[in-house]
């Protein structure tokens, strides 16, 4: 009789996993625009417009605590023979942001360049112009955030190894916020924010491939800021 019980009760957890999953992969595919991974279509489909709608889209989805169910597996097999990623993201390295979960994408959607400060250099620019120009990504975002170490250490001008030539390029943003404290965290989210606009300045004047493709409006160029204490993304105004 117990044996019975249990082996009843087997039979009932093994439909609840399978009815779980099933649910999972039907919320992932089903019911939504978008389709589960992108595509060549979805991605030439796409404008610049309409990429930063949907990281909008996504950001609000993560604070309101509504993110999509995704079966990742199923995902990793569905880009394995290539990606059509929607649009490239430069943010800082620091732990709590991870952009995928702060936008609520999946694999495949979008391109991540994370480097401490989320600065600019010819390394970063090569890496967008593949991702525009070769992949055919249609939206540049240069995301700064709250609270940075990054842009502390440039205010407190840090010298460390390899860290001092990283933390110069943050300078200019510093200089142009005048001057103030790294204890003063409103002035460290100012320099941020200075620090994201002097990036976009960096990407349109030293990337002729991506300044003729911004000038053709075939790709878009954002700035925006993470708040480590919110969730939220603020995208800037141009
Ligand atoms: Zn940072």
Known sequence: ???????????????????????????????????????????????????LEKLKQGNARFVEKNMRSRDWLAKVSA????????????????????????????IGDMFGIRIAGNIVNEDVLGSMEYATKVVGSKLI??????????????????????LTELLAKIRPAVTASGPGSAKDEA??????????AQAMKDIREKSPTI??????????????????????????PD
């Open 1 to 51: 009789m117990r044996q019975t019980t249990f082996a009843i009760g087997l039979v009932f957890l093994a439909f609840a996993v399978s009815a779980s999953t099933l649910a999972q992969t039907s919320a992932d595919t089903a019911g939504k625009k978008a389709p589960a991974v992108q595509t060549s279509e979805s991605q030439a489909a796409l404008t610049p417009a309409a990429a």
């Open 79 to 106: 880009t394995s023979a290539g990606q059509y990623p929607f649009a490239v993201i430069l943010a800082c390295m620091d732990s709590r942001a991870p952009i995928e979960i702060i936008f609520d994408q999946g």
């Open 141 to 162: 975002v240069v995301l700064g955030h709250t609270s940075c170490g990054a842009v502390k250490g440039s205010i407190d001008d840090a010298k460390l190894g390899n």
């Open 187 to 196: 002035y460290v989210n100012k320099v941020a924010q200075a620090n994201v």
């Open 211 to 236: 300044k003729a493709q911004l000038n053709a409006g075939t790709v878009g160029l954002v700035g925006a800021i993470y708040d480590v204490s919110t969730g939220k993304v603020t995208f800037l």
